[in-house]
């Protein structure tokens, strides 16, 4: 759950909210407006990172238990119990579940699984996204971090606890959408206006087990094998002067945010996506612990004079050269396990990304015009970028010198 002041109510933030945005209008250069235009598309419409969503690329199916289905039918069964909710205001609750979660009970807010809520420090965990996950801890009072244990918790806080006004909102709720947004505004509270993505999963959910269990042959329902259909390792197919960078390795996909994200279990090659000269490769904490910034300009494909980066947790043993230029496919780097894994996409500048508005919430512009890119090369990303071909307006590279601090 996404912390908000309790003071400020969220009609009279949005209100807020829409008056600054006209205030802007009048001041900010047209091209600057256009692109807030652009984002405020993006944060309405865009379907938002399904955490806990990444498949195993190494054996082709996966035991996350969020992957089967069961938890999924677990928190319907919990939900539609005699005296709780009613079919629709449980979809509600769940499509809002969906999106913070996916139903994954030891989910850590920004990827990776913990029998332990503390293990997620001031982050979210657990199938609404506690915040912190000290908050779980508490409300579990040691039990384990399992599905129906979680939902005992959020009960008690929707009927007798902190929540009980959220909790109220949802029962006293008569559509599905308004069931939606009592649990999405009144007891998630995340950063940013309400996501129609939440109602197009509570609308799915009330079509699946609107009869009380799920219709047979739908995809995701428990007992069968899970798709690598999602990974981003194939053939290496060459389009444009330009490649998909991941066609020599098994990648796990992740979220976007200012760029496209993956993660490994075991140390992978990276490709050059198209032909590129290194302006630089400098190791950055700025990007996470013993992470490093690869930055390079494009000389091929329909982004050529633009910059591109690969970043966070690459091996500082196999490094690209400086200066020398590149071919799309030619090997510049490794990626290795652990920390932050790894994060692809336009840079302004080096150690910057094109866009910076999302902060893990959103994904920024340049962060959907490099998936839609890497998608049009065959990798492949966890989230849909969305209608129509790559497009990127950005500026053209700078030199590989470090911004001031704060330029971003």
């Known amino acids: 759950m996404k912390r908000v002041a309790n003071l400020i109510r969220p ?10 945005i006209q205030l802007l209008a009048v001041f900010i250069p047209a091209p600057v407006a256009a692109e807030l235009d ?17 498949l195993s690329c190494g054996t082709g ?43 994954d009970p030891t989910l850590i807010e920004g990827g990776g699984n913990s029998p332990d809520p503390n293990a997620a420090g001031s982050g979210g965990y657990g199938l609404v996204q506690w915040t912190p996950g000290s908050k779980l801890a508490r409300l579990l009072n040691g039990k384990p971090s399992t599905v129906l244990n979680e939902m005992d918790a959020l009960w008690g806080e929707l009927t007798t606890g902190s929540e009980k006004a959220a909790g109220k909102a949802v029962m006293d709720s008569t559509t599905l959408d308004q069931a939606r947004l009592a649990f999405e505004i009144g007891y998630e509270r995340h950063s940013g206006p309400p996501q129609p993505i939440r109602l197009q999963f509570a609308t799915e959910i009330l079509a699946k087990y609107g009869n009380g269990a799920p219709s047979s042959g739908t995809p995701g329902s428990a007992g069968g094998p899970v798709s690598t259909e999602g990974c981003s390792s194939g053939a290496v197919t060459t389009t444009g002067g330009c490649t998909n960078p991941f066609a020599a390795g098994k990648f796990q996909l992740g979220r976007t945010d200012d760029g496209v994200d993956y993660e490994v279990d075991t140390p992978q090659p990276l490709l050059a996506v198209c032909d590129m000269v290194f302006l630089a490769t400098d190791a950055t904490e700025g990007w996470g612990p013993g992470s490093s910034f690869f930055y390079a300009k494009l000389t091929s494909g329909p982004f050529a004079g633009k910059c591109w980066y690969y970043a966070e947790h690459l091996s500082r043993s196999d490094l690209p050269e400086v200066g020398k230029q590149y071919k799309a496919g030619d090997h510049i780097g490794t990626l290795n396990p652990g920390g932050w894994q ?23 512009v340049s962060g959907i015009a490099a998936a839609k890119f890497l998608r049009s090369l065959g990798a492949q990303t966890q989230q849909d970028p969305g209608p129509g071909g790559a497009v990127y307006g950005g500026g053209s590279c700078q030199d590989g010198s470090t911004p001031p601090k704060g330029a971003n």
């Open 11 to 20: 009609r009279y933030f949005l209100a807020l909210g829409a008056v600054l």
């Open 61 to 103: 199916t996966t035991t996350a238990d969020a992957a089967t289905g069961e938890n999924e039918q677990d928190v319907w069964n919990y939900l539609n119990a005699p005296g709780r909710l009613q079919p629709y205001q449980a979809a509600g609750v769940m499509g809002n579940m969906q999106a913070e979660s996916h139903f």
């Open 38 to 54: 652009d984002l405020r598309a993006i944060r309405t419409n865009y379907p938002f990172y399904l955490k806990g969503d990444q």
């Open 342 to 364: 790894l994060e692809v996409g336009f840079a302004k500048a080096n150690h910057l990304a094109a866009t910076s508005v999302g902060n893990g919430n959103y994904p920024s």
